[in-house]
């Protein structure tokens, strides 16, 4: 569906434009410094930013850094990632970056109007990998669970998945280019012309997850 995938990448974007955040104490408390040390970092960048073009060549890289874009990309394209040429492969890398990107453009307008907390939980491992969770609070909206998923390596961890309301969005999203795939008669080219035009500000052509 469209607003799964829309809840994935909006829901990364909501957490890197979340600037207050509650210490988390544990072992792992690297991992809730790393989710604090993004915000305090976006904050930064918003502040330096004086257009949207200048946003999107700062935070870019920033994005890219924080989650891992190319994983988060190759999961949930499941398994016609084998199936893809490596020509398709680098398209549908670059404009999954695009559609991530546009998204997290999206959200900053709209969390710079309204305060937005975020308190950081006690990280725990779970999985082979790190379970944050956070509650997130903004201005006219009733508090939300949202737990971050993140790499195990303390030295560079990575935003890898996002789970809200026990849903892991990652294995929503896949299933939803795995729906699209199937109505296209797996057709890679047609989700790759999809999300080109899902890339494309201002554009309403054909997204995946609809017809």
Not at 122 to 147: H, K, L, S, W
Request: glycine share 6%; aromatic share 6%.
């Amino acid at each position: 569906m469209i607003a799964a995938r829309r809840r994935l990448l909006s829901g990364i974007a909501a957490m890197l434009v979340a600037t207050k955040l509650a210490r988390g104490e544990s072992n792992l408390g690297w991992a809730a410094a790393f989710i604090r040390r993004s915000g305090d970092e976006l904050s930064s960048i918003m502040a330096k930013a004086s257009s949207t073009e200048a946003r999107r060549r700062l935070l870019q890289p920033f994005i890219d850094r924080v989650v891992d874009v190319d994983t988060v990309a190759r999961f949930c394209l499941g398994r016609f990632w084998r199936q893809a040429t490596a020509k398709q492969q680098q398209d549908y890398l670059r404009l999954f970056h695009s559609v991530l990107m546009n998204a997290v453009l999206a959200r900053v307008g709209d969390y710079e109007r309204n305060e937005v907390h975020v308190a950081v939980e006690r990280p725990e491992m779970r999985d082979g990998y790190v379970q944050v969770p956070t509650v997130v609070e903004r201005t006219g909206n009733p508090p939300a669970r949202v737990i971050w998923v993140v790499s195990p390596d303390a030295d560079d961890p990575r935003i890898i998945d996002l789970l809200a309301e026990g849903a892991s969005l990652r294995l929503t999203v896949r299933g939803d280019y795995s729906a699209f795939l199937a109505r296209h008669d797996s057709d890679l080219d047609a989700l790759i012309e999809a999300l080109r035009q899902q890339a494309c500000d201002g554009c309403t052509a054909t997204k995946p997850g609809g017809r």
